[in-house]
């Protein structure tokens, strides 16, 4: 028993000290050409099986793939040096060292090689003209680009309160609620039929989950209402097959990759065509500049999340209905590479001149049916002013920049939320809006439990003028800023846009909507009912039909409708 002490690892230890011993007379390997060949067909069947779980793309421009081959070779050495070991104790290890030192041994140093030589290439230090122009930039006018839009086509919500409502909405289904969750990696804000919605697929609870519905498939995906704040579970007479909660073969990225081996995928993104067909939108890139350098989307892949059948796209031709084509991130590394090396890479280290970058942030804008990509631009020196906004199409990447100066986004968020610090809300992300021809941050106000409470808008070039109402309707926020901009003088004619209502209430209605406070006002001889809001309008609370008011709204409301956002400026009785 003394001569196993130590097991096999003591035996291999022992057997490679011998290799390099002056006294060790060499043997010649018993079936070498045997153990060669196991080796071989042992490491071809580990690779296929790393690959199966893996699936790196072929592709000589991908580093994913030569570390592939890298851990291939490696794999091949110690399988051959184990066989050698324990084939037989008179075997020579020293064949297996050697034999690995001219076969796997050439292949890491060339893909070694290949890797260092391919990164140096290309790097930003040989490459700092083509890296800035990775993304085209035009200049962009605010007042004629932008449009003043309503509300109702102006997202309410961001990613995190959709994916509570989502989660809440599942809660409520029984039979979907103890199998499927939400999987809210994948909240995608798309435009669908001019409104703006985050949807996302569901996933499996877990293996003996999928493994009792993977048949049918996931029953369903999520949409939220990004206006309304609406939560709808959207039922499919087909069950989605292909996702990323699946297991084996209908596993997203493994059916993509095996159908597509030699693409490099950047992202996959859940979106609905116009009748409402889920479908994955498989972003493909291209390293653009030497081997690994440059990435930039060149195709896009469609994949039916139902049936599986997919069609790859150039990205000029990718469908109109398509909204993410190009990953925000994406457009933001270039245009960050175009800020840092527009003049150089010296000067990007020594001098700086020009050099700016992004903020810390994004936000999406939907506009003529698509979705648009915004987020600020400031000096490399990290101020707190920005010098202009871009904004950027993620269909076509079509990008903007607007030469605006303002207060960056954090700033203008720490403005809104000093304003409603009664309330101690929070403010998300900032929209970036053209109101009354005015830049503005539009912001919703969460409460601890991240349910919106309230909108802020803040002045971008003036971000002292900041309008918060603590109401879920956003044209009572927009009033008192217009109001605000008005009285600076930042605005012309603001009086004309307005008018009055004068009469005697003949019916009054009162309605708890999102936990405020609306009365319903109509007056004699009109057919129209006035809304305003009990925390802007207190007389609302006492007043009763014969009783006589003076409302004030906007000239241009259709008076066909309830009119939004009224205000009294005159009781009676």
């Known amino acids: 028993m003394e001569g196993t002490r130590g097991g096999g690892f003591g035996f291999i230890f022992s057997k490679i000290k011998e290799v390099f011993d002056k006294d060790y007379v060499e043997v010649v390997p018993q079936h070498k050409g045997k153990k060669i060949a196991i080796a071989a067909v042992l490491t071809l069947v580990i690779t296929a099986v790393r690959y199966y779980v893996s699936h790196p793309p072929i592709n000589l421009k991908s580093q994913e793939f030569w570390m592939f081959l890298i851990m291939t070779a490696v794999i091949y050495a110690v399988i051959l040096t184990v066989l050698c070991v324990f084939g037989r104790r008179t075997e020579n290890v020293k064949f297996a060292v050697k034999h690995s030192f001219k076969t796997s041994g050439v292949v890491i140093v060339l893909c ?49 309160s959709a994916i509570k409502l989502g989660n809440a909405k599942l809660g409520e289904l029984s039979d979907m609620v103890s199998q499927f969750e939400v999987d809210d990696s994948y909240y995608t804000q798309i435009n669908y039929k001019g409104t703006p919605y985050r949807v996302t697929t569901l996933r499996y609870g877990d293996f003996f989950k999928w493994f009792k519905h993977t048949k ?3 029953p369903a995906y999520v949409m939220i209402n990004m206006v309304t704040q609406e939560a709808k579970v959207a039922r499919l007479e087909s069950g989605i097959k292909y996702s990323e909660s699946e297991f084996f073969n209908h596993k997203l990225s493994r059916y993509v990759q095996f159908h597509y081996p030699t693409k490099m995928i950047y992202s996959y993104n859940f979106e609905i065509d116009d009748k409402g067909v889920p479908y994955w939108i498989v972003s493909c890139y291209r390293n653009t500049i030497g081997l690994f350098g440059g990435q930039d989307i060149k195709e896009v892949i469609l994949l039916n999340a139902v049936t599986g059948e997919s069609e790859l796209y150039a990205l000029d031709k990718v469908p109109n209905w398509v909204d993410r084509a190009v990953p925000a991130d994406l457009i933001i590394n270039q245009y960050n590479y ?23 942030g994004y936000n999406y804008i939907a506009q003529n049916d698509d979705v648009y990509m915004y987020t600020g631009v400031t000096s490399v ?193």
């Open 338 to 360: 175009h800020g840092t090396y527009a003049y150089g890479f010296w000067n990007s280290i020594i001098g700086q001149k020009g050099v700016k970058n992004t903020t810390d």
């Open 381 to 573: 020196n990290g101020d707190t002013g920005n010098i202009g906004f871009l904004l950027s199409n993620q269909r076509t990447k079509q990008t903007k920049f607007y030469a605006l100066s303002g207060a960056i986004e954090s700033v203008a968020m720490g403005s809104a939320e000093g304003e409603a610090q009664n309330y101690k809300y929070t403010a998300t992300f900032p929209l970036l809006l053209n109101v009354d021809g005015q830049p503005t941050y539009f912001m919703a106000m969460k409460d601890t439990s991240a349910l919106v409470k309230g909108y802020a808008m803040v002045n971008v070039k003036q971000y002292q003028i900041v309008s918060f109402a603590n109401s879920t309707d956003p044209e009572v926020c927009k009033a008192k800023y217009e109001a605000l901009l008005g009285n600076k003088k930042l605005v012309n004619d603001k009086p004309a846009q307005t008018t009055e209502a004068k009469g005697v209430i003949e019916d009054i209605r009162s309605a708890v909507i999102e936990g405020n406070t609306y009365y319903f006002i109509k007056l004699k001889d009109s057919e129209n009912y006035f809304k305003l809001s009990a925390a802007e309008n207190n007389a609302a609370v006492i007043m009763k039909p014969g009783d006589k008011v003076v409302i004030k709204f906007d000239a241009g409301a259709d008076l066909k409708q309830q009119i939004v956002g009224a205000n009294i400026i005159e009781y009676g009785k």
């Open 112 to 160: 070694l090689l290949v890797l260092g030589i391919g990164l140096l290439i290309s790097s930003t230090f040989f490459n700092a003209r083509r890296y800035a122009d990775l993304i085209n930039i035009s200049d962009g006018n605010f007042t004629e680009d932008i449009e003043d839009i309503g509300f109702d086509e102006i997202p309410m919500l961001d990613n995190d």
């Open 216 to 218: 049918e498939g996931l």
